[in-house]
């Protein structure tokens, strides 16, 4: 499941925060305002990015549970976690595509999830939407990528670059072959088949010229990417990757990474279901 370190989710975590549409964000928490106890399941936590995000929002009493399969990961949530009298966190080390069962047993209000959707295959997908459906749980899901990529200053190597990248994007990461720009498309189409109301809009990253060092890791994890899924020669990834460098030192590169938030709410909702 989680293959990411907590340096790199630190390191985007601001990112996010600043990306989350602010209108789906505020429509996942007047879905609860008028409850005094709201239990949220938060699958592929991390460090906890979801919870810092949507739980200051919350009134009353909260009671969530993240899960993630990498316990580093978990105790990394845990210390950047405020604990109150109206907050209770429960931490599960479980694996998302063999666990996803006991990952959803008990009474559950909402069912959320972070930058995880593009990374799972449509099986596994499939798998997470039925259960969600048969108990009627609404689902906030955020920072889905979409494939949408612009680098700033244009390079003629960039969109064989980005194509391999989101080629690359749909291999397996522990679900199966990803869905990745595609997920968060098949996610809506089959809820709103499920008489769902889906609110959704585009929460893309803006990372400007003063962002060097996520800047300089994107690239070259692009560009790793992009071999074997591009038909670059080697030299030609390497002086593109020393091209956008050179750009992100001289302070003139940004990139704009599309994604989508959506909320989805079935017809009647029973929470503690």
């Known amino acids: 499941m989680s ?27 007047a879905l609860v305002a008028d409850y005094p106890l709201i239990r949220v399941v938060d699958l592929g936590c991390g460090i906890g990015s979801m919870l810092r995000a949507l739980g200051p929002r919350l009134a009353g009493r909260q009671m969530w549970r993240l899960i993630d399969n990498n316990r580093d990961l978990l105790t990394f949530a845990r210390a950047m976690t405020t604990i109150s009298a109206a907050l209770t966190v429960e931490l599960r080390a479980l694996d998302l595509n063999s666990s996803l069962n006991a990952a959803l047993v008990g009474s559950i209000d909402l069912v959320t999830a972070s930058a995880l959707l593009d990374l799972v295959s449509e099986r596994w997908l499939d798998r997470l939407l039925s259960k969600i459906i048969k108990r009627r749980l609404p689902v906030y899901a955020t920072l889905t990528y979409d494939g949408r990529a612009e680098i700033e200053p244009a390079d003629p ?11 690359h994007q749909r291999t397996d990461k522990g679900f199966g072959p990803a869905l990745g720009p595609t997920a968060v498309t098949a996610a809506i189409a089959r ?22 060092e996520i800047q300089m890791k994107i690239f070259a994890v692009w ?17 593109w990757l020393s091209r956008r460098r050179d750009a992100v030192i001289a302070g003139c590169s940004s990139i704009r990474i599309g994604h989508v938030d959506f909320l989805a709410t079935p017809e009647t909702l029973q929470f503690g279901a």
């Open 3 to 29: 293959s990411f370190s907590a340096d790199w989710l630190a390191l985007r975590e601001p990112y996010d925060a600043r990306a989350r549409n602010p209108a789906v964000l505020g429509a996942a928490a």
């Open 223 to 239: 560009a790793n990417a992009a071999e074997g899924f591009s038909g670059l020669s080697r030299p030609d990834r390497v002086e």
């Open 157 to 167: 190597l960039d969109a064989a670059i980005i194509a391999a990248a989101n080629a």
């Open 191 to 212: 809820l709103e088949s499920m008489q769902y109301s889906v609110t959704s809009g585009i929460s893309d990253w803006l990372i400007g010229p003063d962002d060097r």
